[in-house]
């Protein structure tokens, strides 16, 4: 049988980095992961401005879900919300992190954090999934902390800044993909969904 005829799980997001991350992590669970856009392309989802992870992602699914046309059949349908908590900050920008990431950037995290007394941090991951019969959602951490300064080219947002604390002390950005992808926030939500759920496999 062709690949594309087995069934996948479609993600949406407008960031291709988290898809590419949620394709390497699910591969081996025999999982495909694909782009929602390759099932349709004029879904728009509106970030809901609340406080909760989990919330937010909900929202974020039934909004996917309800302007969904084709035929899912055995396909699955998922969505994350994921952002950065600093214990320093008062949790900020939690759920905020993809807005504050746009207008201030690592630059302004670090700015922000002079003179901190703790650089605690964890990235948190959420995630929602419709298996055809029903929504289950998945919520997992990545504990670390924020850097001095920028350091790394590879990942995105905010892994330059980001010293997992279960790594060797480097920053994500520093890392290869499979290293973070072996203790990220995201992979480990994820890992849950495929330890709870029988996936579609390829
Ligand atoms: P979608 O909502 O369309 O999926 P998004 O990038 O806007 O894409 P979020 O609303 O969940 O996603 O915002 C998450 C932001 O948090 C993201 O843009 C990054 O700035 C940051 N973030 C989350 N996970 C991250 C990771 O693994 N590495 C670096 N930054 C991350």
Redesign the pocket.
């Known amino acids: 049988m062709h690949n594309e005829d087995h069934a996948s799980i479609f993600f949406?997001?407008?960031?291709k980095?988290?898809i590419s991350?949620a394709s390497q992590a699910l591969n081996r669970f025999h999982a495909k992961v694909r782009p929602f856009d390759e099932l349709q392309q004029d879904v728009v989802?509106i970030?809901p401005q609340m406080d909760e992870f989990e919330a937010?992602v909900k929202s974020?699914l039934n909004q996917v879900l309800s302007q969904t046309n084709p035929d899912l059949k055995d396909n699955w349908v998922m969505?994350?919300?994921?952002?950065?908590v600093i214990d320093e900050l008062g949790g900020f920008?939690g759920?905020y992190?993809?807005y504050?990431?746009?207008s201030i950037g690592v630059e302004g995290i670090i700015r922000l954090m002079t003179g901190a007394s703790t650089r605690s941090a964890r990235?948190i991951?959420s995630l929602a999934v419709w298996n055809g019969n029903e929504v289950h959602q998945f919520t997992e951490t990545?504990e670390g902390k924020i850097s001095l300064e920028p350091a790394g080219e590879n990942?995105?947002?905010?892994?330059p800044i980001?010293i997992p604390r279960d790594g060797d002390g480097q920053t994500?950005s520093q890392m290869k993909s499979n290293q973070?992808n072996e203790i990220?926030?995201?992979s480990k939500a994820l890992y849950s969904m495929a330890n709870t759920l029988l996936l579609p496999s390829i």
Do not use: M, Q, T, W
């Open positions: 949406h997001s407008g960031n980095n988290k991350e989802v970030e937010i974020k969505v994350e919300d994921s952002g950065l920008p759920p992190s993809s504050v990431y746009a990235y991951s990545c990942g995105f947002g905010y892994d980001f994500f973070k990220s926030h995201r």
